[in-house]
């Protein structure tokens, strides 16, 4: 009876010894968990601090450079108009007299291309020997211009009457000023610094075709050469008056 007492009491305290063991081990399902949660800790980076975003500074700057871009587009169509015009102001030819185109080109030379028109002085067409072309002078009653043109004339042509002719105001070679087969009539145009090298000749309509431009400037210069006209034969009769 004695070693059945020895046995129970060395089985309970075996179980007692289990309990106390199992009781004191970690979980296995824990002590996974805490692994894993230690290597990632270990694996994750620190956090940066968030940035503050400026709204209104950002609004400026969006602003600006909105306004930087409309600046530029304005810029570059600006400066195609500018050249267009140009372009196109350079193409604009003009009509002028004789007068009005010696006075143009002397202020700027570059721009030479004129619509010249005026009439043509009487006894001024003549085939000159230094040109395979033909010549003839163009007047405002002010000012002569000698015209060289190596095309054919047209029909209407005729002197004494009205006239249009473009081409470029050119100042006169040693070549054409020695041409000794010219008319007296073409003396004054020849004296002066600059002829008209004409590219096309019209005379459109009728003989008294002219431009309004052309025509009014002609009719000043009738009125201007008939007063002076009149202040010299003033002048005369006041002399004679004087000397008797």
Do not use: C
Request: glycine letters at 4%; proline letters at 5%.
């Amino acid at each position: 009876m004695a070693t059945a007492i020895a046995l129970r009491f060395r089985s309970n305290l075996t179980r007692t010894a289990s309990h106390l063991t199992s009781s004191l081990r970690p979980p296995l399902f824990s002590s996974l968990s805490t692994h894993r949660f230690l290597s990632t800790a270990r694996r994750q980076t620190p956090l940066r601090p968030k940035k503050t975003i400026d709204i209104a500074a950002r609004a400026r700057q969006l602003q600006a450079k909105r306004l930087w871009t409309y600046g530029l587009s304005f810029a570059t169509f600006t400066g195609f108009i500018v050249v267009v015009l140009n372009n196109f102001q350079d193409q604009l030819v003009f009509y002028v007299t004789p007068t009005d185109a010696i006075e143009k080109f002397r202020t700027n030379p570059t721009k030479a291309k004129f619509r010249l028109g005026g009439l043509v002085l009487e006894g001024s067409v003549v085939y000159p020997s230094s040109s395979p072309g033909v010549e003839f002078v163009i007047t405002d009653l002010i000012t002569d211009i000698v015209v060289r043109h190596d095309g054919s004339l047209p029909d209407l042509f005729r002197e004494g009457h009205s006239v249009v002719a473009e081409g470029f105001v050119k100042p006169f070679t040693d070549d054409i000023k020695k041409d000794n087969s010219l008319k007296k009539v073409s003396a004054k145009a020849r004296s002066g610094h600059y002829y008209f090298s004409a590219t096309e000749v019209l005379a459109k309509h009728d003989e008294k075709y002219m431009p309004k431009e052309v025509a009014a400037s002609i009719e000043k210069n009738k009125k201007i050469l008939q007063e002076a006209n009149a202040n010299a034969v003033s002048e005369e009769k006041d002399k004679l008056n004087n000397a008797s």
